[in-house]
T-cell receptor, first 111, second 115 residues
Framework: RKEVEQDPGPFNVPEGATVAFNCTYS??????FFWYRQDCRKEPKLLMS???SGNEDGRFTAQLNRASQYISLLIRDSKLSDSATYLC????????????FGQGTTLQVKP | GAVVSQHPSRVICKSGTSVKIECRSL??????MFWYRQFPKQSLMLMAT?????????EQGVEKDKFLINHASLTLSTLTVTSAHPEDSSFYIC???????????FGPGTRLTVT
């Protein structure tokens, strides 16, 4: 079983739609959680950290459920520019900062 | 912001030669940097953790004598791919962890093609 699992998609949605991505992780000792965005042939960019209380940044909302070992990302009012691969990322190894990446979920927003 | 640069962005080399890739954190100190490799349509795979002033920690299956890592300062780590072969062709990405944080910031990547 992969340490971080995501549905690879692709998710094809129209502009303005709301879309949700889910992610599960296997190690209950995981400590920090992130969503990164990666555009084709580019490096990943940090989208947001995910906290137990949930957090929101504009159109993006991230939630963490430690009991179910589940992380989600909600994108409201999708824009064409949101088209990318969204990576669920987990830090498990304490102070080493080692990150484990999911394989990513591809989003394509259509006009 | 947190900016990480990587050089070169693209390199083509002949089989058997060595290639050095530099990773710099431009506006913050990074005691720890990471090197990843990404093959087409796959996720990033961690190769090694680079610690300033000490030996790198390599992931299982990554040959430390082939992928030499040096982290001589708080803002610079280098990865040298020695005796490169076509199967080493990949997208190599470094990241730097801001001290006292778990967040990592990625360099723009180096696309290596070995002919």
């Amino acid at each position: 079983r992969k340490e971080v699992e995501q549905d690879p998609g692709p998710f094809n949605v129209p502009e303005g739609a709301t879309v949700a991505f889910n992610c599960t992780y296997s190690n209950s000792a995981s400590q920090s959680f992130f969503w990164y965005r990666q555009d084709c042939r580019k490096e990943p960019k940090l989208l947001m950290s995910v906290y137990s209380s949930g957090n929101e940044d504009g159109r993006f909302t991230a939630q963490l459920n430690r009991a179910s070992q589940y992380i989600s990302l909600l994108i409201r009012d999708s824009k064409l520019s949101d088209s990318a691969t969204y990576l669920c990322v987990v830090n498990t190894a304490g102070n080493t900062g080692k990150l484990i990446f999911g394989q990513g979920t591809t989003l394509q927003v259509k006009p | 912001g947190a900016v990480v640069s990587q050089h070169p962005s693209r390199v083509i080399c002949k089989s058997g030669t060595s290639v050095k890739i530099e990773c710099r954190s431009l506006d913050f100190q990074a005691t720890t940097m990471f090197w990843y490799r990404q093959f087409p349509k796959q996720s990033l795979m961690l190769m090694a953790t680079s610690n300033e002033g000490s030996k790198a920690t390599y992931e299982q299956g990554v040959e430390k004598d082939k992928f030499l890592i040096n982290h001589a300062s708080l803002t610079l780590s280098t990865l040298t791919v020695t005796s490169a072969h076509p199967e080493d062709s990949s997208f190599y990405i470094c990241s730097a962890r801001r001290d006292n944080s778990y967040e990592q910031y990625f360099g723009p990547g180096t696309r290596l093609t070995v002919t």
